[in-house]
């Protein structure tokens, strides 16, 4: 209401007696038909341009684009994790947002390859990859007589690595289901609903 008398007096005020401004309830307005306007952080909005391949949100139901945006770039760091493989993205990312940052897709896109450049270079030194197994293997061993210190190294704690990659289905998929089961009782579609926290209960057991 606050932005319908916002505009209202900002149109009256702009053209005075020449344009009429009323509001109009949404009534039986199927929820599906109302546009709605994404609002996210200025971290995760770049991931909008992501959201734009699907459908938007309908009115009422909570923006998934937070989800998307830290699981992107969580998994992208865990699967591709390689120092020097991160920094030459980041390179990438910097060298799209010199070219082409004058649009908005262009920053969007440069700011997300800046997040996976960033995610994959901290995982690779989490697994200690420098250009897969160069420096451990070829570099290292020139300059020390020890193994090199390795927080995580998943070619030999595969087991631990799986689990790591179950925790974060643990977590995203539930959430996902939970947020469905909110947006269809919002919607009145009590059936799809109960539907998604049967499969949800089904998952936890």
Known sequence: RTGAGALKQAVEREFPGKVEVNQIGFGD??????????????????????????????????DPTWMVGLSFTIFYGFIMGDAFYGLAIVLIALWIKAKFGK????????????????????????????????????????????????LFHRAHETTQLLVLAIMFGVFLIPTALIMGVRADWHHGHKKHAIEKAGMCMGLIA
């Open 29 to 62: 307005l199927p929820h599906g038909a109302v546009p709605t306007l994404l609002r996210n952080s200025s971290f995760f909005k770049p991931f909008e341009l992501v959201m734009g391949l699907f459908k938007p949100p309908t009115y009422g139901t909570a």
């Open 103 to 150: 649009s908005e897709v262009g920053r969007s896109a440069g700011t997300i390859a800046m997040y996976m450049g960033v995610s994959s270079t901290i995982f690779g030194v989490i697994y200690g990859e420098y250009a897969g197994g160069f420096v451990e293997k070829t570099v290292w061993p020139a300059i020390s007589s020890g193994s090199m210190p390795v």
